[in-house]
């Protein structure tokens, strides 16, 4: 899936103050942390900086050429949401490659144990039945002897 096409459809069709995204964040292979990113929309971001607040400040050199402050901000804030769903994408997917893992190992020693009861079980078996021959075998020599 292309993230960047499935944020720019979101980004057009959806009307939105702040988005809030949530998904899984790979913290080991045995463990993740459900998280939630926001992001605000461009508008916000723009009407913020407008307004004198903190959210927008730019300095003088990181503006260049013909585009003012809020198109700055509105390219800026697109930018976020891109990165923030592309993040998303892949925090979920090293997750659910960790619980794959996790799986998988767990399977393994399940099945070699598993493995382990059955062969203990065949020798067990094959034992008594050696056994219970050689007793017959004995008990016909001695009757023949006797």
Do not use: W
């Amino acid at each position: 899936m292309n993230v960047s096409i499935l944020a720019d459809e979101i980004l057009k069709k959806v009307e939105y103050n702040a988005l809030r995204i949530v998904f899984n964040k790979f913290h080991s292979v045995v463990s993740f942390v459900p998280t939630v990113s926001t992001v605000l929309s461009p508008e916000i971001v723009e009407r913020e900086s407008e307004s004198g607040g903190k959210l927008g400040e730019l300095d003088p050199y990181e503006v260049e050429g013909d585009e003012t402050k809020g198109e700055i901000l509105q390219n800026l804030a697109k930018f976020q949401f891109s990165y923030v769903m592309f993040n998303a994408v892949l925090e979920n997917a090293c997750s659910e490659q960790g619980a794959r893992i996790s799986a998988m190992d767990s399977s393994s020693r399940n099945v070699g144990d598993m493995l382990d009861r059955l062969t203990l079980t065949y020798n067990r078996t094959r034992q008594a039945s050696i056994t219970k021959e050689l007793i017959e075998i004995i008990s016909r020599a001695s009757a023949l002897e006797g």
